[in-house]
Nanobody
């Protein structure tokens, strides 16, 4: 599956952004989806994940209560709604697809990646 992320930008602290990730192909619903982020000089880290149906979501502790992951299988798209943004959320955000049947947070379990979209939060 090929992925294309969009929706990043510059926002002030406390603001909101909604990221989208469009998938190509007719097998989108067969994949667990995840969002990761990578700040300069840091390793890529898990942000949020969602199962195939969208009925189960899970988050990194750092974003729980502020970010919401969702998906629309009819539109082959996964979203990340980010509220109450902080400067520490500044990073390149990536969407990724996994064929696993468990709630993985490991980048190695995600075989397909989008190109990344920059999110910058100013203080």
């Amino acid at each position: 599956v090929q992925l294309q992320a969009s929706g990043g930008g510059l926002v002030q602290a406390g603001g909101s952004l909604r990221l989208s990730c469009a998938a190509s192909g007719r097998t989108f619903s067969m994949y667990r989806m995840g969002w990761f982020r990578q700040a300069p000089g840091k390793e890529r880290e898990f942000v949020a994940g969602i199962n195939r149906s969208g009925g189960n979501t899970y988050y990194a502790d750092s974003v729980k209560g502020r970010f919401t992951i969702s998906r629309d299988n009819a539109k082959n798209t996964v979203y990340l709604q980010m509220n109450s943004l902080k400067p520490a959320d500044t990073a390149v955000y990536y969407c990724a697809a996994s064929g696993t049947f468990y709630s993985s947070r490991a980048p190695a379990d995600f075989g397909s990646w989008g190109q990344g979209t920059q999110v910058t939060v100013s203080s």
